[in-house]
């Protein structure tokens, strides 16, 4: 089963791919994202050597060429092929690295590889909103340990970032100004809940942070996506996206894993520019070394999250991690 | 073996690449991504698309 349905209860769009059940899941002595080396077996990436890579998944939740639906939807519930593209990005051929770990001319690189991908995969004609992101960790999810992200090219914006996007429209209609401007202004201006700094760019956790250990990125002036960003803006990207991941590996000592997700402009050539403020949103599943923070009644069926850390206190913690590891 | 733990497939590996470009091109055709990067693409046997992305400095090599 490979499509779309549309549930009118909540408006939202669920994807089926049941053939990923078969996806590769922690193999123990193969990684499919290594390289290709002289008389092993070949892995996805047909090079002895290699900096950033991109490919097609092979197990795609969304596919340019999507099979025809197996249900036939209704008035009430739609049902569409699951179009759209999925992609690994893998961010070094050194199996053991995190994003943490690598230098940052190869972040720097990332941060122009998201941008490019952005480009490309907006061309095609069934994408309307292009997201990179990062599962790191086995706690959410990651089946291969090698260092990688995705990116998932939606044919239509996503739940949140719908959701989003629909908020700064409205606080534009009131005030006139971008929701996320008047947000990283606010958040500067009272520093309690700043993680870091830079001239172009602040990391901070949010005053409404869902995740204990959440932060938020973003660019100081209004920057609607990757594309958008100057040479001097994806430099001071690339430097905080690495300090935050060393702090969260400070922190409690060891690797912490976490989601990473970029929103930007969709794709769908509306009238974003002056609503979508591009960001980073870090997600963290601990709530404290031994503990996770698990989506639970509240979190999953009121969808109210509930914090266990005081978003002044995470921030506090994370700006101790960075000097320890500056 | 279980069915859980068998990944004879993804032992094996997918074949390797074709080395044919997507789009118009030679192979190895290289485009350029803003003033530091190049791209190479490449299609899979399978129709999959992948990608290379590497410094311009060292494409010169």
């Known amino acids: 089963v490979t499509e779309r349905r549309y549930d009118p209860t909540s408006g939202e769009w669920v994807t089926f791919a049941t053939d990923r059940q078969h996806r590769t899941y922690k193999p123990a002595d193969f990684c499919p994202l290594c390289p290709t080396l002289p008389g092993r077996p070949a892995t996805e990436i047909p090079f002895p050597s290699f900096e950033v890579v991109t490919f097609d998944n092979r197990f795609p939740s969304l596919s340019p060429d999507p099979p025809t639906p197996d249900v036939t939807g209704s008035e009430l519930c739609p049902v569409t092929p699951a179009a759209g593209r999925c992609e690994v990005v893998v961010y070094s051929d050194d199996h053991d690295a995190t994003l943490a770990d690598l230098p940052g001319e190869r972040v720097r690189m990332l941060v122009d590889v998201w941008a490019d991908r952005t480009e490309v995969l907006a061309t095609e004609a069934e994408v309307r909103y292009v997201m990179p992101f990062e599962n790191k960790g086995e706690v959410v999810g990651t089946t291969l340990s090698h260092p990688h992200g995705q990116i998932y090219a939606y044919p239509e914006v996503p739940a949140r970032p719908a959701k989003e996007l629909g908020a700064a429209r409205r606080h534009l209609a009131a005030t006139g100004r971008c929701v996320h401007c008047d947000v990283v202004s606010a958040e500067l201006a009272d520093g309690e809940r700043v993680v870091a700094a830079g001239d172009r760019w602040v990391a901070w956790v949010p005053f409404w942070a869902r995740f204990p250990y959440e932060v938020r990125v973003a660019p100081r002036r209004h920057v609607p996506d990757l594309p958008g960003l100057d040479g001097a803006g994806r430099d001071e990207l690339a430097g905080m996206l690495s300090g935050v991941a060393r702090a969260y590996d400070a922190l409690w000592g060891f690797s912490l894993p976490y989601v990473m997700a970029f929103h930007q402009r969709p794709t769908d050539g509306g009238d974003w520019d002056d609503v979508s403020h591009l960001h980073v949103e870090l997600s963290p599943p601990h709530r404290s070394p031994d503990k996770l923070k698990h989506l639970a009644g509240s979190e999953l069926a009121g969808g109210a999250f509930i914090s266990d850390v005081a978003p002044e206190e995470a921030a506090a913690s994370l700006r101790r991690a960075r000097r320890k590891v500056a | ?61």
Request: hydrophobic share 30%; net charge neutral.
């Open chain 2, 1 to 61: 073996v279980t069915a859980d733990n068998d990944h004879s497939e993804e032992r094996q590996g997918p074949p390797p690449l074709t080395g044919a470009p997507v789009g118009a091109g030679v192979a190895g055709a290289e485009v350029a991504v803003g003033e530091a990067l190049v791209r190479v693409e490449y299609t899979k046997p399978d129709g999959r698309r992948l990608s290379v992305y590497r410094r311009r400095e060292a494409s010169r090599g």
